[in-house]
C-alpha cells in the first residue's frame, strides 16, 4: 500500500447560511456545523483509504467567530495522520460576509476515523505524509493528540461504567 499525501485527502464544502440553518441569534446551529464538519472529514478519509469508514471520534469544537444568516460557511480537510486501520483529519471552517469579503475563521477540528471492509471490519489504511509547513505542523503533534485521544477514551468508558444504562429515576421501579 502507497503512502499519499495529506493534500490527495482534500475536501471542500461550501454551504450559504439560510435561515432554516439558523437559532434565534441568527447564527449557525452549532449542531449543524458540526454535520458539514463530519460529512467533509468523512470524505476525506474515504478519499484517503478508498474503503468506507466509520467516525471513531470528534476532538473538541470550539466556536471561535459565529456565522451569520446570509454568510457563507467554507470547510476543508483533510488527513493530517494514520495508524494502522485509523485516520486522523483536520477540518477548518471559515465563515464569510458574502457582501464586504470579510472571513474568519470560526473552528477547527481534529476527527478520527476507521476504515472497514465489506463486512465492517477495520481494515488498513494508507500511510500518509505531509508536504506542506502546515501539514508538517500538523503531522508532528499528530502522536501527542492520539494519546489524548486515547486517554479520553478510557475516561469516557469509565464514565460509561459508573453511570450505565439507566436513569436515575428508574431506580424507583
Known amino acids: 500500500m ?21 437559532n434565534s441569534h441568527g447564527t449557525l446551529f452549532g449542531g449543524r456545523l458540526m454535520a458539514y464538519i463530519d460529512d467533509v472529514a468523512a470524505i476525506s478519509a ?7 469508514v466509520v467516525t471513531a ?5 470550539d466556536f471561535l467567530a459565529p456565522v451569520k444568516e446570509g454568510h457563507s460557511i467554507y470547510l476543508e480537510s483533510f488527513v493530517t495522520w494514520t495508524h494502522r486501520t485509523s485516520m486522523e483529519v483536520f477540518v477548518k471552517a471559515v465563515t464569510e460576509n458574502l457582501l464586504t469579503g470579510d472571513q474568519k475563521v470560526c473552528t477547527t477540528a481534529f476527527l478520527t476515523f476507521v476504515a472497514v471492509d465489506e463486512n465492517g471490519k477495520p481494515t488498513a489504511v494508507p500511510k500518509v505524509y505531509p508536504e506542506s509547513e502546515q501539514e508538517k ?6 502522536s501527542s493528540r492520539a494519546l489524548q485521544r486515547k486517554e479520553r477514551r478510557k475516561q469516557s468508558k469509565q464514565f460509561a461504567e459508573i453511570f450505565g444504562t439507566e436513569f436515575p429515576w428508574d431506580k424507583e421501579k
Open 46 to 52: 474515504v478519499r484517503h483509504a478508498r474503503n468506507p
Open 137 to 142: 505542523i500538523l503531522y508532528n503533534l499528530a
Open 2 to 22: 502507497d503512502a499519499k499525501p495529506c493534500a490527495y485527502s482534500l475536501a471542500i464544502k461550501t454551504a450559504h447560511v439560510l435561515p432554516p440553518d439558523t
Open 57 to 61: 471520534s470528534t476532538d473538541s469544537v
